[in-house]
């Protein structure tokens, strides 16, 4: 079955950087675009990136557009995002989601991010 | 971008009522809209794909319709596993966007 693990939240100050990665199994990685989607706290639904299958495409929501980075390793079933500059309105839940024509099929359990001083 | 609207956003129901969720799009998406039920600290999961197509192990009793810009979503018959928040979700073209969600309480 398809599954998705994410890891690397966590606390940071204002400025810093955080890597969060997502391990995939249970489908060809390689097919797939993927995206990183995040849900600050009691709030809704932000798609904040995705990375096209072969990795050609890319694209990112305005609010994080320069500061973070999204990559994939499909040798290793791997999708990461590499967060730089963080503020204190990225405190959210970053969830990694397969995605297909339609949307997101699977999610990830989530990653929380806490950005404080 | 493509801007989504929900209404209400929210809605008091029983258990076995009959509720309807609606979703806007700013444009024309065709059919390319996704429905998606969220449950407190869980992640959100799929319930309908290309407007009216019903996900895999997904209840009948989930309903989905419309084309263009005005699509809903309709729950036949309330059940206590069916309180969550609802986001809809335009896949016509990137980036993907989503609605404000319609979260559904216990009246």
């Known amino acids: 079955q398809v599954q998705l693990v994410e890891s690397g939240g966590g606390l940071v100050r204002p400025g810093g950087s955080l890597r969060l990665s997502c391990t995939a199994s249970?489908?060809?990685?390689?097919?797939?675009?993927m995206s990183w989607i995040r849900q600050a706290p009691g709030k809704g639904l932000e798609w904040i990136s995705y990375?096209?299958?072969?990795?050609?495409?890319?694209y990112y929501a305005d609010s994080v557009r320069g500061r973070f980075t999204i990559s994939r390793d499909d040798a290793k079933n791997s999708l990461f995002l590499q967060m730089d500059s963080l503020r204190a309105e990225d405190t959210a839940v970053y969830y990694c989601a397969k995605i297909a024509i339609f949307g997101a099929d699977y999610w990830g359990q989530g990653a929380l991010v806490t950005v404080s001083s | 971008d493509i801007q989504m609207t929900q209404s209400p956003s929210s809605v008091s129901a029983s258990v076995g009522d009959r509720v309807t969720l609606t979703c806007r799009a700013s444009q024309d998406i065709r059919t390319w809209l996704a429905w998606y039920q969220q449950k407190p600290g869980k992640s959100p999961k799929l319930l309908i794909f290309a407007a009216s197509s019903l996900q895999r192990g997904v209840p009948s009793r989930f309903t989905g319709r419309g084309s263009g810009t005005d699509f809903t979503l309709t729950i036949s018959s309330l059940q206590p596993e069916d309180f969550a928040t609802y986001y809809c979700?335009?896949?016509?073209?990137?980036?993907?966007?989503f609605g404000p969600g319609t979260k559904v309480e216990i009246k």
């Open positions: 249970g489908f060809i990685f390689s097919d797939y675009y």
């Open positions: 990375i096209s299958d072969g990795g050609t495409s890319i």
């Open positions: 979700q335009q896949a016509n073209s990137f980036p993907f966007t």
